[in-house]
């Protein structure tokens, strides 16, 4: 059963009784929260995912985003995530309790999942090449991974690459895009398909909204995908569309700081992260305009030996 | 082994699986690391001469400090054994 | 006792157990070893007896992540121990490694998926400046602890604080003794020195012998600890009598080592408890050797009604209403038995009035799993 197929009443009295458990990627989850916005976040965003209402016995992660203080309300009321009746993180502002939600099952997954190199990057994937699109905050990586999957390519995952440590293969986690500030303007401009959530204001990171993953990246959550490209994007106004080569010994560097669980693996996460950077073609990519960056992305597809 | 080693070209990537420390070889390091696996003993001259001799080396670098950096660096994260 | 109902528990007495479970009940046995650091001994556990067959596929990657988290810690504990030793080198006297990093050192059954959070090294009081002064010169520094932790570590307790280094992230915890001055029992450490033995492969390296080793770890979770790790720290200490009990003479020996130290009560706490949770074979002899070094019946029952809780996970699925009572009464029990009244109750004042996200970041410091991503020199 798909999430959509619930009533709104049956979702929020799922959310606040016993929970929702819903699979996402290789993932199950069992959600629970009492907050308003969490529950039409997820009616908004999760509607493709797979849900199960009778009280399903094992999930992998039990998490609970609820205010800590019902006291609080007229003051400044907050949120807090739970993973399992631990606190991570600080309380943050009722109004980001969605946000919280999908930052907390970041955490979840960077913090235990170590049957995958985790690399913080977003990858999509066409004709059957996954490209990996690592970039520091301010690069346009949110933008241009939702324009490409607005454009035909399947979303594999916004923020966290799961690289299997056994195959190599990546494993998706399509959960919905994380834009910020002046990407939400630009991404619903962009495509009329796209559907962006309320954002939520004053965040860390500024203004924070979610794009609804494709219904085929969903649909396909459970097939991994071979890595063909490394591409580190960086948007500069003005600038022209073009693809760089790039070293490979410093792309693999690279990748090793920015893997959430790099030193987690010891050897292996050399021996993963290497074999990842010999099979892919490593390239620095610059641009301003997102319909030609999706051009160029779709050139770079079509080329063998990664025709469809 | 305690040095797992890869190399792209040029450059190579170095896992030491002792200390779980894993480590960039810019072009000269790689050069002089892999000198120092054919000649163990060899001086610091030494390395500067045969560098030389197996590479082409841009004019005007001075490569005697450089050379001598490098080493140091890789004493220190335990590629090369000091003399 | 109420704990026998505890998945977690009866999973550690009879691993076998686990070959009827339901998805429901792997569902909250992963929960509960996670909150108790036991994932991956679990699986350890499991493997030794052959039972890796009966995990369902969606519960094997909670023990195999688990476990790869293990292994790798056991070669970070190894690395660091031998900076440690390195930094301290010049002030030439045998480093003394204690506890979990002891375990791996020796490369004992007790190292075997384990988690660490620190290191903990034992130096001879009158050298603690210089030790602490070599520390800082190889990195380390005085972790983040508020002013008033400061205090209370180098004015009551006479120790240093826990010292982090700068770019590992690493913590060590240094003590020149296993209980405080201000305690009722003096554990001599020159008898604990007198009878170390050196760690395989490590020159300059030594751990506590194999009674020495329990008694510490006793004393640790009885006496002295504030059990965020009981659980964890009840099966350290069943996997080292079950070691060290297969050498003749051992329980004869350990009995006379608790005398000497005066860490019979203890003892006698580690024995019950260990017995009780975990089925540790202790012979009768043992049990009723021990029984001068009882408490009264009363404090007993107490005792027994405090530890049943205080020891198992902290975790929603092993609470009952008096839970949280009882951790409390564990953590006031441990600090009257380390300080004086006068001191006690100001300390306990100020705890429960710092907020509490200085203490759980204090704790995030500990429990950061080792990093090695900061520090990639750059060989040019």
């Given at each position: 059963m798909k999430l959509l197929q619930l009533s709104s009443a049956d979702l929020l009295e799922c959310l606040r009784g016993s929970g929702i458990w819903l699979r996402t990627g290789p993932f199950s989850l069992r959600v629970r929260s009492r907050v308003p916005s969490?529950?039409?976040?997820?009616?908004?965003?999760?509607?493709?995912?797979?849900?199960?209402?009778?009280?399903?016995?094992?999930?992998?992660?039990?998490?609970?985003?609820?205010?800590?203080?019902?006291?609080?309300?007229?003051?400044?009321?907050?949120?807090?995530?739970?993973?399992?009746?631990?606190?991570?993180f600080k309380p943050l502002p009722y109004d980001q309790a969605y946000p919280m939600?999908?930052?907390?099952?970041?955490?979840?997954?960077?913090?235990?999942?170590?049957?995958?190199?985790?690399?913080?990057?977003?990858?999509?994937?066409?004709?059957?090449?996954?490209?990996?699109?690592?970039?520091?905050?301010?690069?346009?990586?949110?933008?241009?991974?939702?324009?490409?999957?607005?454009?035909?390519?399947?979303?594999?995952?916004?923020?966290?690459?799961?690289?299997?440590?056994?195959?190599?293969?990546?494993?998706?986690?399509?959960?919905?895009?994380?834009?910020?500030?002046?990407?939400?303007?630009?991404?619903?401009?962009?495509?009329?398909?796209?559907?962006?959530n309320r954002p939520s204001h004053d965040t860390a990171k500024g203004t924070v909204a979610h794009l609804r993953p494709p219904k085929e990246s969903v649909?396909?959550?459970?097939?991994?995908?071979?890595?063909?490209?490394?591409?580190?994007?960086?948007?500069?106004?003005?600038?022209?569309?073009?693809?760089?080569?790039?070293?490979?010994?410093?792309?693999?560097?690279?990748?090793?700081?920015?893997?959430?669980?790099?030193?987690?693996?010891?050897?292996?996460?050399?021996?993963?992260?290497?074999?990842?950077?010999?099979?892919?073609?490593?390239?620095?990519?610059?641009?301003?305009?997102?319909?030609?960056a999706v051009a160029a992305f779709d050139r770079l597809a079509d080329t063998p030996p990664w025709a469809g | 082994m305690r040095f797992q080693l890869k190399e792209y070209g040029a450059e190579a990537v170095a896992f030491d699986t002792a200390s779980g420390d894993t480590h960039y070889l810019a072009p000269l390091a790689l050069a002089l690391f892999q000198l120092y696996r054919e000649f163990p003993g060899l001086s610091s001259d030494g390395a500067r001469h045969m560098l030389a001799q197996r590479h082409t080396i841009?004019?005007?670098?001075?490569?005697?400090?450089?050379?001598?950096?490098?080493?140091?660096?890789?004493?220190?994260?335990?590629?090369?054994?000091?003399? | 006792m109420r704990e026998t109902g505890i998945l977690l528990i009866q999973t550690l007495r009879t691993p076998h157990r686990v070959a009827r479970f339901s998805l429901a009940q792997w569902d909250v046995l992963i929960r509960q070893a996670r909150q108790a650091g036991l994932l991956a001994r679990l699986y350890g556990l499991f493997e030794d007896n052959e039972l890796l067959s009966a995990l369902p596929h969606?519960?094997?990657?909670?023990?195999?992540?688990?476990?790869?988290?293990?292994?790798?810690?056991?070669?970070?504990?190894?690395?660091?121990?031998?900076?440690?030793?390195?930094?301290?080198?010049?002030?030439?006297?045998?480093?003394?490694?204690?506890?979990?990093?002891?375990?791996?050192?020796a490369g004992l059954p007790a190292a075997r998926g384990r988690l660490f959070n620190d290191i903990d090294i034992l130096v001879p009081r009158g050298q603690l400046n210089q030790v602490e002064a070599a520390l800082m010169l190889a990195g380390w520094h005085a972790s983040g602890l508020s002013d008033y932790d400061e205090r209370y570590y180098r004015r009551w307790m006479h120790e240093i604080p826990p010292m982090q280094h700068i770019h590992r992230a690493t913590v060590i915890d240094v003590h020149h003794a296993i209980l405080p001055e201000t305690a009722r029992y003096f554990p001599d450490p020159e008898k604990l020195r007198a009878a170390i033995e050196p760690a395989p492969g490590?020159?300059?390296?030594?751990?506590?012998?194999?009674?020495?080793?329990?008694?510490?770890?006793?004393?640790?979770?009885?006496?002295?600890?504030?059990?965020?790790?009981?659980?964890?720290?009840?099966?350290?200490?069943?996997?080292?009598?079950?070691?060290?009990?297969?050498?003749?003479?051992?329980w004869t020996h350990l009995l006379a080592r608790a005398e000497t130290l005066q860490l019979q009560r203890s003892l006698f706490y580690a024995l019950r408890y260990t017995r009780h949770f975990l089925g540790t074979p202790v012979p009768d002899e043992v049990t009723q050797a021990l029984r001068a070094a009882a408490p009264t019946p009363a404090l007993l029952k107490l005792m027994d009604a405090i530890f049943s809780r205080a020891l198992v996970p902290i975790h929603p699925s092993c609470d009952d209403p008096l839970s949280s009572l009882a951790r409390q009464a564990a953590y006031i029990r441990a600090h009257w038995l380390r300080m004086p009244p006068h001191l006690l109750l100001p300390h306990l004042l100020h705890k429960a009035f710092a907020s509490p996200y200085q203490d759980a970041e204090a704790r995030c410091l500990k429990l950061k799993p080792y990093r090695r991503t900061d520090t990639l020199p750059q060989v040019r």
């Open positions: 969490v529950a039409a976040g997820l009616a908004d965003l999760y509607g493709q995912f797979e849900v199960r209402r009778a009280h399903e016995s094992f999930a992998d992660f039990h998490v609970s985003v609820n205010a800590p203080n019902p006291l609080r309300r007229w003051l400044r009321p907050q949120v807090d995530f739970s993973f399992d009746g631990q606190l991570p939600l999908e930052w907390g099952l970041n955490w979840c997954v960077s913090m235990h999942a170590h049957q995958y190199l985790i690399i913080h990057a977003a990858v999509v994937e066409k004709n059957g090449g996954a490209a990996i699109l690592p970039a520091p905050p301010g690069s346009g990586k949110s933008t241009l991974t939702a324009g490409l999957v607005l454009s035909g390519w399947r979303l594999l995952s916004d923020e966290l690459t799961l690289i299997d440590r056994k195959t190599g293969l990546i494993h998706p986690l399509p959960r919905p895009v994380s834009l910020k500030n002046q990407a939400i303007p630009v991404i619903q401009a962009f495509s009329r398909e796209a559907f962006i649909r396909r959550q459970h097939e991994p995908a071979p890595p063909a490209w490394v591409i580190f994007p960086k948007w500069t106004a003005g600038a022209e569309t073009r693809l760089t080569p790039r070293s490979k010994a410093q792309t693999f560097m690279f990748l090793a700081q920015n893997a959430f669980n790099y030193s987690h693996l010891g050897a292996d996460g050399f021996r993963v992260g290497t074999q990842l950077v010999d099979r892919t073609a490593c390239y620095d990519f610059s641009y301003s305009r997102l319909d030609e | 841009e004019p005007g670098l001075p490569l005697a400090t450089q050379v001598d950096e490098t080493l140091d660096g890789l004493c220190r994260i335990g590629l090369i054994r000091p003399e | 969606p519960v094997r990657w909670h023990f195999e992540a688990a476990g790869t988290l293990a292994q790798k810690q056991q070669i970070a504990v190894r690395w660091e121990v031998e900076q440690i030793r390195d930094a301290l080198a010049p002030l030439n006297f045998p480093l003394i490694v204690m506890k979990g990093a002891a375990y791996v050192v490590l020159p300059g390296v030594h751990v506590f012998s194999a009674a020495d080793r329990i008694l510490h770890s006793a004393t640790h979770l009885f006496h002295d600890g504030e059990l965020p790790h009981g659980l964890r720290d009840l099966t350290d200490l069943d996997l080292l009598l079950r070691q060290a009990s297969a050498a003749p003479g051992f």
